[in-house]
């Protein structure tokens, strides 16, 4: 026979256990870029008007094309990406083309579309500015 007193214990546990489950932690969830984004990029504060893309691999990894809409075509560069909640960081060097260097950029994403800028070597900013939809 169970005492009053474990009874009142026995409820106690079980209503903390239900609050407990109840209770969501509020995380920021990072942000998956991983497939094929397509936008526009522009130097300095101009607005963006040369086609600019990026395919982010879900190993991290990038692969980014720039001024030409056939990818075969324009210079290309390869590189790593990170996530931070909705802010997508990347840091590549072009291997191909009239592109040459290092470049990063930081981006705000809502899961279809990221706005942000770029800059030469490890400076995310300074260069100019873009935009990309999720294809």
């Known amino acids: ?58 190993n991290g990894t990038v692969r980014v094309y720039s001024q030409s809409s056939d990818t075969s075509k324009g210079p290309k560069a390869e590189g790593t990406y990170k996530v931070d909640g909705s802010t997508i960081t990347t840091s590549y060097t072009y291997f191909t083309g009239t592109i040459t260097g290092s470049f990063s950029t930081t981006a705000s994403s809502d899961g279809s579309s990221m706005a942000g800028s770029y800059g030469s070597g490890s400076a995310a900013s300074g260069g100019g500015t873009f935009h990309l939809s999720r294809q």
Do not use: H
Request: aromatic share 12%; proline share 7%; with cysteine.
């Open 1 to 58: 026979m169970i005492s009053t007193k474990s009874k009142k214990w026995l409820s106690c546990i079980a209503l903390f256990v239900v609050l407990l489950s109840a209770c969501k932690k509020d995380k920021e969830e990072n942000e998956d870029p991983a497939g094929y984004w397509k936008g526009l990029y522009a130097s300095g504060s101009l607005t963006p008007s040369q086609p600019y893309a990026v395919l982010f691999r879900p």
